[in-house]
């Protein structure tokens, strides 16, 4: 890609720098000149004249003037259709029933109190939850219910003739004597000796039916069933409820009944019953639909319309056959056609049409330094090495370089142009050896180094900066972009001898790093715009507006400040001194609604 922008360049094929910044230029003018135009009164009411003579109505309106007749007329239709409404049987029996005393009637007694507590009652009795608890109680019945199967259960046990005998057993001698012989009874072995006659009415007892109902009348439990059918049965909340599910009329003892009786006493009201009546009548219904109709609507403004004397003077209009050119629409559409050939219209359609101006639909200018003041803005340009600035709070030069950074001393502003000047003169600084760490050293050379870590940065969009220098292989002239860590820096340009390296530095160093795509045959004499894309994961470099190289970033999401540095590598004539970067503009573009 090299060689074929070298070969384009020489035959003059990639634009001029003058001529780009000219386009940038001209751009600007005409989207001033087009806000100018934007906010001028002038386009103000031509957009508002063109709306009005455009649209659809105003053609409409424009045709039927020129072509009006009475018979054919808005007004003609008009008073046909008034005269159809009122000949409809519907309307004609609205009418008629407004006008009745029947209607009056209902409209004086709709605001009645008995009225407003009839309507209170029908919503609460015919509440879905009012008839399912009437339902409820109606429905109840004693028969069948736990009650009526407790109280039975209970009656049958009192009849059960094993209870009756178990009770008679208990009264026995002969259990009293079970009880005393009765080990499982009373714990305790007894000598039956000399006891003959009450062992032998012991071993008799457990032989006899009586002990064995008394047995099956403990394993059932039944003894303890019916005392706690008895409690449960005597219980007053027991009684009560059984009474209220035997009484037929219980419904008559609920708060809902006095409800019910209110509402069906007051149904049977005469003024209820008719208001009721006339509510539900074919006439009523008939009422309440054109009341809320659109033909009633339509009728009542047509009679409006056609009694106003506008509507006679319009009829008047109609006869004249040169109507239009007594119209305000005339009027409007001749002074729309003298704004259309002005100078002002006629040059706001061109720039509308214009293609160039799509840029500002699409890019938003998030940083735009031209240098325009005689000092470095320090608001957003640290004149210090970013790393050295952070970690040792001194810029400091790397082992590999000749000169100490010497901060604004080296940079100077004249005719809006920024220039990183690179001296023959002697300093004190420090460089860092990476086997010692920062060591002092005395320099032959001073220059200079721009950073915008501390406040701008961006993830994604286009950085680019017109600048000029000598290409040659001991002064290097960069412009790079670095994140959060000094590598990967991304080299939007590095000038060599008669060249410049553009791309990616993973880490200088390591034996790994990828090397620089070289661009040769540029007139260093000149000024460039170099330019990268920083769009997703895709890196883009161009010179002048055309492509000289694509790479992959993988690290896409990361924020990138700008960098700009003058340093030397190889030992110079005072007569190759002083040098000068100088830096026309920078810009950084980003795409609408994307991060910065």
């Not at 259709?81 to 009637?105: G, H, M, V, W």
């Not at 840029?359 to 970013?386: G, R």
């Not at 400040?561 to 110079?572: A, D, E, Q, T, Y």
Request: aromatic share 12%.
């Amino acid at each position: 890609m090299s060689l074929s922008f070298r070969l384009r360049y020489l035959l003059g094929l990639i634009p001029k720098t003058q001529k780009i910044d000219s386009a940038w230029t001209e751009l600007f003018k005409m989207r001033d000149e087009l806000h100018f135009i934007e906010a001028s009164a002038e386009l103000a009411r031509y957009n508002e004249l063109k709306l009005i003579v455009q649209s659809d109505d105003f053609q409409v309106k424009k045709r039927e003037i020129k072509n009006l007749n009475l018979k054919s007329s808005d007004e003609n239709h008009l008073l046909s259709e008034l005269a159809t409404l009122e000949k409809l049987k519907p309307i004609k029996d609205y009418f008629r029933f407004i006008q009745s005393s029947d209607f009056e009637t209902v409209n004086l007694f709709a605001k009645s109190p008995e009225l407003a507590r009839f309507m209170e009652l029908e919503h609460i009795v015919q509440s879905v939850d009012f008839i399912e608890r009437k339902t409820e109680t109606e429905r109840l019945r004693y028969k069948g219910s736990a009650e009526y199967f407790k109280r039975h259960e209970y009656q049958s046990l009192q009849r059960n003739s094993r209870l009756k005998r178990y009770y008679k057993t208990l009264k026995s001698d002969d259990y009293h004597l079970f009880l005393k012989f009765d080990p499982a009874v009373n714990g305790d072995l007894v000598d039956f000796k000399g006891e003959d006659l009450k062992v032998k009415t012991y071993r008799n007892f457990l032989k006899s039916a009586a002990y064995k109902n008394m047995l099956i009348v403990e394993k059932h439990d039944l003894s303890n069933k019916v005392e706690q059918l008895k409690i449960e049965t005597g219980s007053a909340h027991f009684l009560e409820y059984e009474a209220y599910l035997m009484n037929k009329e219980r419904y008559k003892t609920t708060s809902d009944y006095k409800v019910f009786e209110e509402y069906t006493n007051l149904s049977k009201n005469d003024e209820i019953r008719f208001y009721r009546k006339c509510i539900n009548s074919s006439i009523y219904a008939n009422y309440k639909e054109i009341a809320a109709s659109a033909a009633l609507a339509r009728l009542l403004e047509l009679r409006i319309k056609i009694g106003n004397p506008e509507f006679i003077q319009r009829v008047e209009f109609l006869k004249n056959k040169k109507r239009f050119e007594l119209t305000a629409e005339f009027r409007l559409e001749k002074e729309l056609g003298e704004l259309e050939k002005s100078t002002l219209i006629t040059t706001y359609h061109k720039l509308k049409k214009s293609s160039e101006l799509s840029f500002f639909d699409q890019w938003d200018i998030v940083l735009d330094e031209n240098f325009s003041e005689p000092h470095l803005s320090t608001k957003l340009w640290e004149p210090e090495n970013y790393w050295g600035a952070k970690i040792a709070g001194f810029s400091f030069s790397q082992a590999a370089e000749l000169q100490a950074y010497s901060g604004v001393k080296n940079i100077e502003i004249k005719n809006q142009v920024l220039s990183i000047v690179t001296k023959a003169e002697k300093l004190e600084g420090k460089v860092w050896d990476p086997a010692i760490g920062l060591i002092p050293k005395n320099f032959e050379y001073s220059s200079a180094i721009l950073n915008t870590g501390n406040s701008f940065k961006f993830k994604e969009g286009v950085i680019e900066a017109k600048v000029k220098f000598r290409a040659e292989a001991a002064i290097t002239s960069a412009f790079s972009l670095t994140g959060y860590e000094p590598f990967p820096q991304i080299d939007v340009f590095r000038s060599g001898h008669n060249r410049v390296g553009i791309g990616i530095i993973e880490q200088p160093g390591n034996g790994t790093a990828k090397k620089l795509v070289q661009i040769k045959g540029l007139n260093f004499s000149d000024f460039h715009i170099y330019r990268l894309e920083v769009l997703n994961n895709s890196l883009v470099w161009k010179i002048n507006n055309h492509v000289v190289h694509r790479e992959q970033f993988t690290t896409n999401s990361v924020e990138l400040f700008l960098n700009f540095v003058g340093s030397i590598h190889k030992p110079l004539s005072s007569d190759a001194l002083p040098h000068y970067f100088e830096i026309d503009w920078v810009r950084c573009l980003k795409r609408k609604n994307s991060e910065v």
